[in-house]
Every structure is written in structure tokens, then in C-alpha cells.
């Protein structure tokens, strides 16, 4: 069964810091394009980051680059979003994707979705 789980999710201080984890099953993450997206309350789903698998290159969009670290560590088939400096407008559920057809992320199309962990940011 193909399937992605999230975990690390939570209640965070503004500054603070968590790491997320995507979890694979059934398929090999090393292999594809992996991202990480979120969706804030009465917000439409944003990309936040994502892996290639091609050459390893890394993307963030604006609004975390400099803050958030994506990695992968392929003998546990888990892609990590480390997110530091954390404020109010991180706050969202956080997604992992997958694209068994990409190896580089300007081809990412998600077609294997996990069910979302929360962050909260909040004093």
C-alpha cells in the first residue's frame, strides 16, 4: 500500500523550533520528488518546500526560505522539514506529497498525498 504519514507536529513558542518527519510505505521516497506543503486556516494549500530526487536540490518558497531546512534520510525513506524561527503565520497543517512520475521538483505534479500534521504557533 502506498502511503505517507507525517508526524512532529505541535504546539510551538513564536522563535521556537520542530522538525517534521514524512514517512513512506510502499514505495521508495529516494526515488521521486517529494514535498512539503501547508494550508492555514481560510487559506488556500501553499508549497513550502520540496526535495529532488535528480541531483538533491532544494527549494523554499519566500516566505521560509532561510528558516526551514528540507533533508532526507533514504534508510528510514523519511523526508524531515526542519523548521526554525517560527511565528504566528506558520501556524497550518503541514503536508507531505509525492509524484512517482518527477524527479525534480519544476515537475511536481502530488499524486500521493499524507494526512496532514498540525503546527501551532502560538505564546
Known amino acids: 500500500q502506498v502511503q505517507l504519514v507525517e508526524s512532529g507536529g505541535g504546539l510551538v513558542q513564536p522563535g521556537g523550533s520542530l522538525r517534521l518527519s514524512c514517512a513512506a510505505s510502499g514505495f521508495t521516497l529516494d526515488y521521486y520528488a517529494i514535498g512539503w506543503y501547508r494550508q492555514a486556516p481560510g487559506k488556500e494549500r501553499e508549497g513550502v518546500s520540496c526535495i529532488s530526487s535528480a541531483d538533491g536540490s532544494t527549494h523554499y518558497s519566500d516566505s521560509v526560505k532561510g528558516r526551514f531546512t528540507i533533508s532526507k534520510d533514504n534508510a528510514k525513506n523519511t523526508v524531515y522539514l526542519q523548521m526554525n524561527s517560527l511565528n504566528s503565520e506558520d501556524t497550518a497543517v503541514y503536508y507531505c506529497?509525492?509524484?512517482?512520475?518527477?524527479?525534480?521538483?519544476?515537475?511536481?505534479?502530488?499524486?500521493?498525498w499524507g494526512q496532514g500534521t498540525l503546527v501551532t504557533v502560538s505564546s
Open positions: 506529497a509525492a509524484d512517482r512520475k518527477a524527479t525534480i521538483c519544476a515537475a511536481l505534479i502530488p499524486e500521493v
